[in-house]
């Protein structure tokens, strides 16, 4: 088992920048892929974005160019920086990972953007 515990959350300004940060622990060896998804008020989830074991990476166009998934070597942290926030980036936003194998997901419990003035 993974468990993640996300954190980084909090009330930026339009035009402003975060960093969200997704510890892993447990059989963090086996992960596969790592990324993150985010939910808003009366939304369904949205996919935000992955960085897969070779470093590539993948994002919803409405991130694209704004945002960057980054992790360490041992899968043990990974970072969402966040980049000329707008409000419609205002979500709960989740980390996840994908097991090697099976593909199994762990999820963590989400920490709240705000992008407010």
């Known amino acids: 088992q993974v468990q993640l515990v996300e954190s980084g959350g909090g009330l930026v300004q339009p035009g402003g920048s975060l960093r969200l940060s997704c510890a892993a622990s447990?059989?963090?060896?086996?992960?596969?892929?790592m990324g993150w998804y985010r939910q808003a008020t009366g939304n369904e989830r949205e996919w935000v974005g992955h960085?897969?074991?070779?470093?590539?990476?993948d994002y919803v166009d409405s991130v694209k160019g704004r945002f960057t998934i980054s992790r360490d070597n041992r899968n043990t942290m990974m970072y969402l920086h966040m980049n000329s926030l707008k409000p419609e980036d205002t979500a709960v936003y989740y980390c996840?990972?994908?097991?090697?194998?099976?593909?199994?997901?762990?999820w963590g419990r989400g920490t709240q953007v705000t992008v407010s003035s």
């Open positions: 996840y990972v994908v097991m090697g194998g099976w593909g199994k997901k762990y």
């Open positions: 447990g059989s963090t060896s086996t992960i596969y892929a």
């Open positions: 960085i897969r074991p070779n470093g590539s990476t």
